[in-house]
């Protein structure tokens, strides 16, 4: 029984690490060809990959905890299986990456921004998880996602600076993300076990501390985090139907060949 | 002329050019690798890290304002005015006269 509960609260919390990488990694590699300029655009997409090899290594410890096969727990879950934050499934803006993609520079910014601190929050906790082979992956992750940090505090930063018509956008962008953020930082409804089980310690000070960190990052340029708001709670697996066809695109050649090696 | 993306317009961000070194080694020398197009030096560093380095180990890494280089221009004539003069090679003929010279110096009609 005991066994039972840790087994399925850290597959909740492995869920939650793969498919929230997954998504925003998706979501960061359509604007391959798109970001605002080239050299841009290569470091965004190399973001994307960073936070798709994330995903991958979360999908192998949760195929070695669960059993099953890492591409199909990535390709093949439906989206009420998912437990991503609603936030990191929305578009980049109007349009798809393949037909007339109006994206929102400045909404992917503040979304990655968002997320970014969560990242920090929550790998400062999985690094001293009570499941080693986690800790162990979380440690190595860490060491990239600095990087990630730099990246967007730096576009922050430069934004700010570049006066109240640009800043202004990065607000209304701010208030956009934050809109579907209320499930962002949060450990879902296996939080209490996650802690006691030292799965994630201190999962319940998650929140106060991601809400702290970003206030941090913002008031400094002007900005704030308003209100957290969202219907759905993608922790417990409550979707958008913009996920839904994020898993088609994304899964289409995986589920033209099932069993194909890749 | 000018095409409109090239134009600064009041008020709009810029980018502006950067030349991109890394030390591969702590006693190596900074050698080039790259241009890139920032909108300010802490983020011309994280770009030249994201874009020409990122599957190299270096020891470090600079990036100069283009601006800020001072450039001699590739029609300076300097560069192209005969210089073997300054080489020894240029200066073999020597040998050749001092020894001639020497020779001439040790006859019978000159040792007097």
Redesign the interface.
């Known amino acids: 029984m005991e066994a039972d509960r840790y087994h399925r609260a850290l597959a909740e919390l492995l869920m939650q690490l793969a498919d929230d990488d997954l998504v925003v990694a998706t979501r960061a590699g359509e604007w391959l060809g798109l970001a605002p300029?080239?050299?841009?655009d290569?470091?965004f997409s190399?973001?994307a990959q960073d936070e798709m090899g994330h995903a991958a290594t979360y999908f192998g410890l949760l195929a070695a905890v669960q059993g099953g096969d890492r591409d199909d727990l990535a390709h093949l879950r439906p989206a009420m299986a998912r437990r991503n934050s609603v936030m990191l499934e929305r578009p980049n803006g109007p349009g798809t990456y393949r037909e007339a993609p109006h994206f929102d520079w400045a909404y992917a910014l503040a979304r990655h921004f968002l997320y970014d601190m969560l990242e920090r929050v929550r790998l400062d906790r999985v690094v001293q998880s009570a499941h080693r082979p986690l800790a162990d992956a979380a440690a190595k992750i860490r060491r990239e996602e600095r990087?990630h940090t730099?990246?967007h505090a730096?576009?922050l930063?430069?934004i700010a600076r570049?006066?109240p018509?640009?800043a202004g956008r990065l607000q209304l962008a701010l208030d956009r993300a934050a809109a579907d953020a209320a499930d962002l930082a949060s450990a879902g409804p296996m939080a209490v076990e996650m802690e006691a089980l030292g799965l994630l310690p201190d999962a319940s000070h998650l929140a106060d501390d991601w809400r702290a960190h970003v206030v941090l990052a913002l008031d400094p340029l002007g900005w704030s985090l308003p209100p957290l708001g969202g219907a759905l709670n993608g922790r417990h697996g409550e979707h958008t139907q913009d996920l839904t066809r994020m898993l088609r695109d994304l899964g289409e050649v995986y589920r033209s060949s099932p069993g194909a090696s890749w | 002329m000018a095409t409109e993306a090239s134009q600064a317009r009041a008020?709009e961000?810029v980018?502006g050019a950067y030349e991109v070194f890394a030390q591969t080694s702590e006693r190596g020398a900074m050698e080039w690798q790259a241009s890139?197009?920032?909108?300010?030096p802490?983020?011309a560093l994280?770009?030249a890290?994201?874009?020409f380095l990122?599957r190299r180990e270096i020891f470090d890494l600079w990036v100069v304002p283009r601006e800020a280089i001072a450039r001699a221009g590739g029609a300076d004539e300097w560069f192209r005015l005969p210089k073997t003069y300054r080489e020894v090679s240029d200066y073999q003929y020597l040998v050749g006269k001092w020894r001639q010279y020497h020779q001439q110096a040790m006859t019978p009609d000159t040792m007097a």
């Open positions: 300029h080239l050299e841009e290569v470091a190399s973001i990087y730099q990246h730096m576009w930063r430069d570049s006066g018509q640009y | 008020g961000p980018l890139l197009l920032a909108g300010s802490a983020m994280m770009l890290r994201e874009n990122r």
